[in-house]
């Protein structure tokens, strides 16, 4: 089994990483430290961990979901081992996507009894008793996305990903669409060459072409990630205001709030849910949206 290389000095090659099988002595190592790194806890695991904790609250926590939350932890874990240890520049590539995955695995599996610690047990049976009161009510009213069902990509996990990882998020729009995208981008090679033709055909390419995303890259792999990526950006962008109706509904549940279906056509989304502009604050847009619903006057 190859020990990671604390001390090359040049970058290594692609072909030196085996790309599809996992490496459990560079995934042991790897979370190890990065489960002991003080500034990685406080700068990335511990907000990542209050994120989800919110999930696991409002009965929301996804497992599968969870572990895209902690590929970015996992990541940055790999590109400071790196930096400290390794090439010095701070990549992931001295790692398989596969090793990188099963990381991040590794790390939600090691921090998910602190997400899913509960002081009060009665809270939690509220919090059921009451999801299963509002998926009778007000889920009746989400609106439908626009899509085609590709078989390699994966449109409807985005925005269902959206809705869920942002629903309680303070970012920009804009900037929340940015990340949520470049979550979805395949890091396996096969799924990513099998969705080439799906990218052509969907006007990715051409779209990051013009966009000049591609300018200056020769790597065809990271030519079809950048494709991908404005795949699911452009994808997000043309759902955006049936992601925040949805979002907005998801949080009325949470809350308990009951939403008149009259009011809700008539009123909050012809005022406050279309042609939402990228630049708000997802919870902004939200609470004006609930004020007017729960009758309070628009901050």
């Keep these: 089994m190859k020990k990671i290389n604390r001390a090359y000095n040049r970058p290594v090659k692609a072909a030196a ?3 599809s099988q996992v490496s459990r002595e560079d995934v042991d190592e790897l979370v190890l430290t990065i489960t002991n790194d003080g500034d990685l806890y406080r700068e990335r695991i511990t907000p990542a961990i209050e994120n989800l904790k919110r999930k696991y609250k409002k009965g929301k926590y996804d497992r599968d979901l969870a572990v895209k ?43 998910e009894d602190e997400i899913m610690y509960e002081d009060d047990v009665q809270a939690s ?14 889920n ?24 869920y990882n942002y629903s309680d998020s303070d970012a920009y729009i804009g900037d929340a669409i940015a990340e949520q995208a470049n979550s979805e981008v395949d890091i396996y090679y096969d799924s990513l060459f099998k969705s080439a033709y799906e ?63 009259e009011e ?9 849910l279309t042609d939402i502009d990228n630049n708000d604050r997802i919870n902004d847009v939200v609470e004006r949206a609930i004020n007017a619903i729960s009758g309070e006057e628009e901050y």
């Design 17 to 19: 990483v085996d790309r």
């Design 69 to 111: 939350l902690w590929q970015y932890v996992a990541d940055e874990g790999v590109r400071r081992y790196d930096k400290e240890f390794g090439s010095g520049r701070g990549s992931v590539a001295m790692l398989s996507p596969a090793t990188r995955k099963a990381i991040a695995e590794e790390l939600r599996d090691y921090y």
């Design 125 to 138: 049976t509220r919090r059921k008793g009451r999801k299963t009161i509002m998926a009778a009510t007000n």
């Design 140 to 163: 009746v009213l989400n609106a439908e996305y626009d899509f085609y069902p590709y078989e390699h990509l994966a449109p409807e996990n985005c925005l269902d990903g959206f809705v």
């Design 199 to 261: 990218i052509w055909e969907s006007g990715a390419y051409e779209e990051a072409a013009v966009n000049g995303l591609l300018d200056g890259t020769t790597d065809m792999v990271r030519m079809l990630q950048m494709c991908q990526s404005e795949y699911y950006s452009i994808l997000l962008y043309e759902n955006l205001d049936a992601l925040m109706q949805n979002m907005v509904l998801s949080v009325c549940d949470d809350r308990g709030i009951d939403v008149d279906p």
């Design 264 to 272: 809700w056509a008539n009123v909050v989304v012809p005022e406050y």
